[in-house]
């Protein structure tokens, strides 16, 4: 079993990744850590792409000490986050994706969509969200 966490190190991704290493240690999955950005003017991207990168890095060392192994991957392929975590999950034969959620206003989910909702409606395999 593959379990994939959309993680950023936000409070909300945190709360996903808690629940993911509780499902990888009850079903023995393999746990991938995965963020997603969109491309941008390459100064911007090098700031976000390193402190994704050190996110990334502090997650898997997170989860070692509980004795668990993970991968991390971070996309940057230019369509967009939400497409690119639906291409990835299904590329890689995912069997479940935790994701996390917070309040958005209805405008704010007008204006900026929700990337969970994305997952849900599009990914090939069960959404866990965790708020």
């Known amino acids: 079993m593959k379990i994939m966490v959309c993680y950023e190190g936000s409070g909300a991704s945190q709360a996903a990744l808690r ?7 009850a079903f023995g999955a393999k746990l991938i850590l995965v963020a997603s950005l969109e491309r941008r003017n390459k ?3 090098n700031k976000v792409v390193q402190k994704l990168e050190q996110e990334l890095k502090n ?3 997170k989860i070692a000490s ?15 986050p939400d497409e690119d975590l ?8 995912i069997d479940e994706i935790a994701i996390g959620i917070r309040k958005r206003s209805k405008v704010g989910k007008l204006i900026f969509g929700s ?7 599009n ?3 069960p959404v866990v969200t965790v708020k």
């Not at 629940?19 to 240690?25: D, G, M, P, Q, Y």
């Not at 639906?86 to 034969?93: I, L, N, R």
């Not at 990337?115 to 409606?121: K, M, R, V």
């Open 43 to 45: 100064d911007e991207q």
């Open 86 to 93: 639906v291409t990835y999950a299904k590329e890689q034969s």
């Open 59 to 61: 997650a898997k060392d």
């Open 115 to 121: 990337t969970a909702q994305y997952l849900i409606l």
């Open 123 to 125: 990914a090939h395999c």
């Open 19 to 25: 629940i993911a290493v509780k499902h990888a240690k």
């Open 66 to 80: 509980e004795g668990l192994e993970c991968d991390t991957h971070l996309l940057v392929r230019g369509i967009s």
